[in-house]
């Protein structure tokens, strides 16, 4: 297994354990230097994904069953136990504005600064951001933001999108995640 950690935090923010999918935009092009899992609401108790109650919609015989109003259903991805403890954090499109010139600036330095990553890896992110930021903008009104665990403004957060779908998926800026083998 996967484990991507924000490079300036060390806070662990993803895994592979969740269905990785390329970020594709409107025009059906993939949107390079981003990456997003889906997410989905699983039992707090257990962990499980719960059937939220849509009946034989999916191909099931049967009438509509009853939902337990009694299980409490958290995010896989955002909750403190099954995922990574994100935090959401409020933010206007001027603020994710600020936040993505800084904090593309401030990851590219440390991409140069890190002996590990080589400079055509640098170049592909000095080239991607300017595309990855226009379509993180574009799509302002349908995210939700998310910091770490550290809450740290500088650190990596995850964008959750909702599309047309009742769980939202999770986008990350990939240059500022680490990948730890577990």
Do not use: H
């Not at 484990?3 to 025009?27: H, M, Q, W």
């Not at 935090?87 to 600020?98: A, Q, W």
């Amino acid at each position: 297994m996967i484990i991507y950690k924000c490079r300036f935090t060390g806070d662990e923010v993803c895994s592979d354990a969740f269905k990785l999918l390329p970020v594709i935009d409107v025009n059906g092009d993939e949107v390079p230097g981003l990456m997003q899992v889906e997410s989905a609401k699983v039992n707090k108790d257990s962990g499980a994904n719960v059937d939220i109650g849509c009946g034989g919609a999916f191909g099931e015989s049967g009438g509509e069953e009853a939902v337990d109003e009694t299980v409490e259903l958290v995010n896989n991805i955002v909750d403190e136990t099954f995922g990574f403890n994100l935090t959401t954090c409020p933010m206007g499109k001027k603020d994710l504005k600020e936040y993505l010139g800084d904090y593309c600036k401030n990851l590219r330095t440390k991409l140069k600064d890190d002996p590990n990553v080589p400079g055509p890896d640098v170049k592909a992110f000095t080239q991607a951001a300017p595309k990855f930021c226009k379509y993180l903008l574009s799509q302002y009104s349908e995210l939700d933001f998310f910091t770490s665990v550290s809450m740290d403004p500088d650190g990596a957060m995850a964008f959750a999108i909702y599309g047309e779908k009742v769980d939202p998926n999770f986008m990350y800026i990939k240059a500022g995640l680490l990948e730890e083998k577990c």
